[in-house]
Nanobody, 122 residues
């Protein structure tokens, strides 16, 4: 599976962005999709995940109520809708594909996209 993340940009605090992760290959629907982010000088951290079936989602506490993860298996695409953005949400956002639900460590994921930069100004 090859992943291509897009949708990042510059937004003011309180604004919204929608990230997309387009996948190639016919096995997209077999993978859980996970979003991570990495701020300068910090480790990559888990943001949100959606089960391969679309039936379950999981969020990091710091995005609950603000971000929504979704997927469209017919389009081989996962999304991350980000609302009420804060300056501390800035960083490079990566999408990843994995097979182990509740295993959110970056090393546990099988495939990675190249990342898309999100900058939230105060």
């Amino acid at each position: 599976v090859q992943l291509q993340a897009s949708g990042g940009g510059l937004v003011q605090a309180g604004g919204s962005l929608r990230l997309s992760c387009a996948a190639s290959g016919r096995t997209f629907s077999s993978y859980n999709m996970i979003w991570f982010r990495q701020a300068p000088g910090k480790e990559r951290e888990f943001v949100a995940a959606i089960h391969w079936s679309g039936g379950s989602t999981y969020y990091a506490d710091f995005v609950k109520g603000r971000f929504t993860i979704s997927r469209d298996n017919a389009k081989n695409t996962a999304y991350l809708q980000m609302n009420s953005l804060k300056p501390e949400d800035s960083g490079i956002y990566y999408c990843a594909a994995g097979t182990r639900w509740f295993d959110w460590l970056p090393v546990a994921q099988d495939y990675w996209g190249q990342g898309t930069l999100v900058t939230v100004s105060s």
